[in-house]
Each structure stands twice: as C-alpha cells, then as structure tokens.
C-alpha cells in the first residue's frame, strides 16, 4: 500500500519568508508524487507533480518540489511567501488507481 | 473549458435516510474517481472508474455506499440508509487515461451532512 505522512497541521509563516512544507512517503513501486492546493470553498488544485525525469520540479506560484529516493520525501518549497498562498496543501502519492493523501497541512502568512 | 462539475454542492439529510451525489467530469476523461474527506483529513479514496465500469472499488467503506457511471461520463454515487458518521465532503475527480501519472483535476465537492 502506499502511504504519505505530513508532519504539523498548521504552519504559519511571515510574509516574505520562506515556505517548507514536508512530505515523506511509502510506496512499493516507484511512486508517482503530487501537491495540491485547496483555497478556501475551492476544489483541490494541482501545484506540482513527479512522474520521472529531473528530481527538482517547478509548479505554478512559484512553488518546487524535490523528490530525494533516499530519504523517500518529495519537500514543498517556495521562497517567499505571499498572503495569497494562505490556503491547505495536501502531498499526494500515485498508483494502483488513486491517489493517497496526507493530512494536509494548513499555511497561516502572518503579515 | 469547463471543469469537473458536482451537484449538488450542499445536502442536508435525516438519518436513514437515501441521498445520491452526482459528478459531471471534464469531458472525454475516462478514468472518474470518488474520494470523501472528513474535517481535518486528507481526501480517501471510494472507487475508481475507468470508462462505465468500476474497476477498483476496494475504497467503500460498506454495501450501503453504490457509484455507477452508465454511459462512461456523468457517475452518481448513492448512499443507502444514511449514518451520522457519513457526515463529510464527497470529492469527484477526473483523469485522461487513469495512468498513475496522470493529473486528476477535483470538483469543488458536495458537503454531506447527516442529522
């Protein structure tokens, strides 16, 4: 079975620092990585994704992930937040027909 | 383009009682997916269709919980004498192939609630 763990429900970061949000997953297959966004009364939006290729991905916001195999993480960065990206952030792992989240984490910016 | 549509977007219900959730997804994706999300929880997976068929439905919970998708597009999930614990929001999503890859784009949800 596959499985992602996000650590820390709630993040709060100032304005125009940086964002972490960690994800470490289990998969038994090379695993296909996800982050997407939920603002508020949205639907889930997707960030970015890992399938193969280049380990440092860029998504939209300016968000990027890196999927290190050795530590299994796929870590969402971006390097100054804005109050915009006050919102919940899911990491997401892919195969066998679905897709399996974390308990997502939800971003505070503190202006 | 239109995205993946759900109606309706809110529904109220008695214990007991029989509702039924509709997914329109985005046109020509063939893999639809089913998720519930309770407060403060990831999105779960229910059931996975590829084209009018279910092809994993290993995620409902029980046999008071049913989706069909007929003609391959539109899918209804239906849930049978209705539990307070099935209070959540129901999240349908679409994909192209349903390859594992694939993005899946989400609707905006229906909030079930079971007084």
Not at chain 1, 65 to 84: D, G, R, W
Not at chain 1, 85 to 103: H, I, M, P, Q, S
Not at chain 2, 46 to 75: C, H, K, M, W
């Amino acid at each position: 079975a596959q499985s992602v763990t996000q650590l820390g429900s709630h993040v709060s970061v100032s304005e125009g620092a940086l964002v972490l949000l960690r994800c470490n997953y289990s998969s038994s297959v090379p695993p296909y990585l996800f982050w997407y966004v939920q603002y508020p009364n949205q639907g889930l939006q997707l960030l970015l994704k890992y399938t193969t290729g280049a380990t440092l991905v860029k998504g939209i916001n300016g968000f990027e992930a890196e999927f290190k195999k050795s530590e299994t993480s796929f870590h969402l960065t971006k390097p100054s937040a804005h109050m915009s990206d006050a919102a919940e952030y899911f990491c997401a792992v892919g195969g066998n027909n679905r897709l399996a989240f974390g308990k997502g984490n939800q971003v505070v910016v503190i202006p | 383009g239109a995205g993946v549509s759900q109606t309706p977007s809110n529904k109220v219900t008695e214990k007991g009682k029989y509702v039924e959730l509709r997914c329109d997804p985005i046109s020509g994706h063939t893999a639809l997916y089913w998720y519930r999300q309770s407060l403060g929880q990831g999105p779960e997976f229910l059931i996975y269709f590829q084209g009018t068929g279910a092809a994993d439905d290993s995620g409902l919970p029980n046999d008071r919980f049913f989706a069909v998708r007929p003609e391959g597009s539109v899918s209804t999930l239906k849930i049978q004498r209705t539990e307070r614990g099935d209070s959540a929001v129901y999240l349908c999503a679409s994909s192209l192939t349903g390859t594992g890859g694939d993005e899946q784009f989400f609707g905006p949800g229906t909030r079930l609630t079971v007084l």
